[in-house]
């Protein structure tokens, strides 16, 4: 059955521009992809008949999937199985896919298409507290490739989901949000989604329902993330996740891992500690995929400070210079004070001025402007391709004596301390922490993206600050700011 889904799938991907489809966020899984989806489920032992759900159906393929999975189990008789689709270019594919689904299974099925916003179309309550409410109307499996698409925060759907958003939200994880919402308690809910929930203040209150209401079970990283929707040429970090809606929480969280999704047999299996998949109060989620990993988080957890409990905080660049034009300057004028950007961090040093436009502004706004003291300067955006996603620069005031203000153009992060002045050996234990292999390959563990986030900078453990100073001196008697220097040096004191 699949396979014809499959081939009416792909006429009408000839027929429809990916352009109309982008409009809805609208991107097709592939078959390998739905057969290791439908397998993730545990079935219910207990039950004959069965209610699922697809959340934006598109043209079938999801369900199809579960019914093949389905047909194996030979206590279930009976499927009840509805779809939410409102896109009227495939509803037509997704009705005849469904028919033939119903005529061809070996169980027998009823069929309902909503064409319906999945979200408008029903009242969401966080107050649904697990084990708490078996409403028949809610479902056993439910199963879901949800539309990828950011909307505003006065839309519709934002404004019917305050508890779960935060600025201007994206349609997956809201479907996510209604999803598990919909199930049953005990029930279970497979969905491929963008991995970037699994961290951040953006997603903090969508991790807080997802995670306290539903516990993962299962997540499928997908280590090429051009390797996912294939015929669609997306570029998306993408994971596949389980869930179970259940207040009990596993001791084990199951990862595994392929290189794309043709090849799910190759997949790599570890079982995660679920405190530390999931860990700290902010419920950030770790997709640890081997051993080393592994160890980094273990060895991490050693540290039991954050950056804010030492009184330190990481910042975000003060200057967006295309909104402020009129105060750039090419040359240094009088009045002007220095504009930093990540291009004069040069080999953990910072150079300036370079031979670079608008290094200079001249203003009054004191938002735009902070001390000249000692910082550490923190790259805000990499290249994916590049080795280190930390790439920092010792920002020394002694270095500018001729400046009492500077300011930091919004690309670059910088580390400051919160009521106190940091001392060139801070800065320079910063620079170890930061330079190292292990809070690096940290980092991407907790972050799939080139962007490196205030947020989850303030949350990484550190050592305590007598550490860091100690780490520092020894840096600066060194004279060597190498990743392998500052590595041996963070392994002598602290990891």
Not at 71 to 97: A, G, H, P, T
Not at 111 to 125: G, H, S, T, W
Not at 146 to 166: D, F, H, L
Request: proline fraction near 3%.
């Amino acid at each position: 059955m699949l396979n014809t889904i499959l081939e009416q799938t792909n006429i009408y991907l000839d027929s429809m521009p990916k352009s109309n489809r982008k409009k809805y966020g609208q991107f097709f899984t592939s078959g390998e992809t739905a057969k290791f989806m439908a397998e993730l489920f545990d079935i219910p032992k207990d039950k004959k008949s069965l209610r699922i759900l697809d959340a934006g159906a598109g043209s079938g393929i999801l369900s199809c999937a579960v019914v093949e999975r389905l047909q194996l189990v030979n206590s279930i008789k009976s499927i009840y199985l509805v779809c939410y689709e409102n896109d009227q270019n495939i509803v037509k594919l997704l009705n005849e896919n469904l028919e033939y689904i119903k005529n061809h299974s070996t169980i027998h099925i009823d069929y309902e298409v909503r064409e319906k916003n999945y979200i408008l179309d029903q009242k969401f309550e966080i107050a649904d507290i697990p084990l708490a409410n078996n409403d028949v109307s809610k479902f056993d499996m439910v199963i879901g490739n949800p539309p990828y698409m950011k909307i505003s925060k006065g839309a519709s759907e934002a404004v019917m989901m305050p508890e779960v958003c935060y600025g201007a939200p994206n349609l997956y994880f809201l479907f996510a949000s209604m999803s598990l919402f919909n199930l049953k308690d005990n029930c279970e809910m497979v969905y491929i989604i963008p991995r970037s929930w699994t961290s951040g203040a953006y997603f903090k209150k969508f991790r807080a329902y997802f995670l306290d209401v539903g516990k993962l079970k299962h997540i499928h990283v997908f280590v090429s993330r051009s390797k996912v929707f294939d015929t669609e040429n997306v570029l998306q970090e993408t994971i596949i996740v389980k869930i179970k809606k259940t207040n009990r929480t596993p001791e084990f969280v199951e990862i595994t891992s392929s290189k794309s999704n043709k090849h799910f047999d190759d997949s790599t299996n570890m079982k995660i500690p679920y405190d530390v998949a999931v860990s700290g109060e902010n419920k950030y989620v770790f997709l640890i995929t081997n051993e080393y990993e592994l160890s980094i988080l273990s060895k991490l957890k050693m540290c039991n400070y954050t950056l804010p409990e030492i009184g330190i905080k990481m910042k975000t660049g003060l200057t967006v210079d295309f909104r402020n034009k009129e105060i750039l300057r090419d040359t240094e004028v009088s009045g002007a004070i220095p504009l930093f950007y990540s291009q004069h961090i040069k080999d953990g040093l910072i150079q300036f001025p370079i031979q670079k436009e608008n290094q200079y502004i001249v203003t009054e706004q004191a938002g735009l402007q902070q001390m000249n003291k000692n910082y550490l300067f923190v790259k805000r955006f990499t290249a994916k391709e590049e080795k280190r996603r930390l790439q920092c620069g010792i920002y020394l005031a002694q270095q500018f004596p001729n400046y009492e203000k500077i300011s930091t153009q919004n690309k670059i992060n910088f580390i400051d301390g919160i009521s106190l002045n940091l001392s060139e050996n801070v800065v320079y234990g910063l620079y170890v922490i930061f330079n190292s292999t292990i809070y690096d390959d940290y980092y991407r563990i907790l972050n799939g993206s080139t962007q490196v986030n205030s947020t989850e900078i303030n949350t990484m453990p550190v050592p305590d600050l007598q550490c860091i100073e100690a780490m520092g001196e020894k840096l600066i008697g060194s004279g060597d700011l190498s990743e392998k220097n500052c590595n041996k040096i963070l392994e002598e004191y602290y990891v």
